[in-house]
């Protein structure tokens, strides 16, 4: 099957859709979880995946805000801020809402964004990296970071994910467990 990026700068290809399908993967863990959990999603957004964390909520919208904190600055631009409400119908909304700003970079932008500088924030440090140093050492390990910690709290509250909820790739048949 063609890759439908195929010619494109290569960050953008590493960047822009591996965001998009991350958005797929935090979107369907948010249905699941609801669909399992019913009236004790609500909770669930609330839970922690250890003291002094942010709750799931936040983890999924920390998440999806870095996908945006990474992706815009590899094309020279500030990236945008999704605000909302941190409950079920809030963060499919900044799911959405991040799809449609990832979707609408033009793939030309990220020519020459290995070797660009790009900026953000660290905390309380600032850190300014080459694109694909950005991209790589910062950007792709605080959005999986979030999403794993998101993926833990929730099913921690209860909901039943897996490898197959986190990733989309595996597959187990029902009941298999590996502890």
């Known amino acids: 099957m063609p890759d439908q990026h195929e010619g494109a700068p290569p960050l953008y290809r590493a960047s822009v859709p591996v965001f998009l399908a991350i958005l797929?993967?935090?979107?369907?863990?948010?249905?699941r979880a609801e669909e399992a959990l019913g009236e004790n999603y609500a909770a669930a957004l609330e839970?922690?995946?250890?003291?002094r964390m942010f709750?799931?909520?936040q983890q999924a919208a920390s998440s999806v805000q870095f996908?945006?904190?990474?992706?815009?600055?590899l094309v020279g631009l500030r990236p945008p801020e999704i605000r909302g409400e941190?409950?079920?119908p809030g963060l499919m909304a900044r799911i959405d809402e991040a799809r449609r700003l990832l979707a609408g970079l033009d793939p030309a932008a990220f020519a020459g964004a290995e070797t660009r500088i790009a900026r953000g924030q660290a905390g309380f440090a600032t850190v300014?990296?080459?694109?694909?140093?950005f991209l790589f050492e910062f950007g792709l390990p605080n959005i999986y970071f979030h999403q794993a910690m998101a993926h833990v709290a929730l099913k921690q509250a209860g909901a039943p994910l897996g490898k197959v909820d986190?990733?989309?790739r595996h597959d187990y048949p029902?009941?298999?467990s590996l502890g």
């Open 24 to 31: 797929d993967r935090i979107a369907a863990e948010l249905r």
């Open 47 to 51: 839970r922690r995946p250890a003291d």
């Open 55 to 57: 709750p799931a909520a």
């Open 67 to 73: 996908m945006l904190r990474t992706a815009f600055p």
């Open 86 to 88: 941190l409950d079920g």
């Open 128 to 133: 300014e990296l080459p694109g694909e140093a």
């Open 166 to 168: 986190y990733d989309g």
């Open 174 to 176: 029902a009941g298999f």
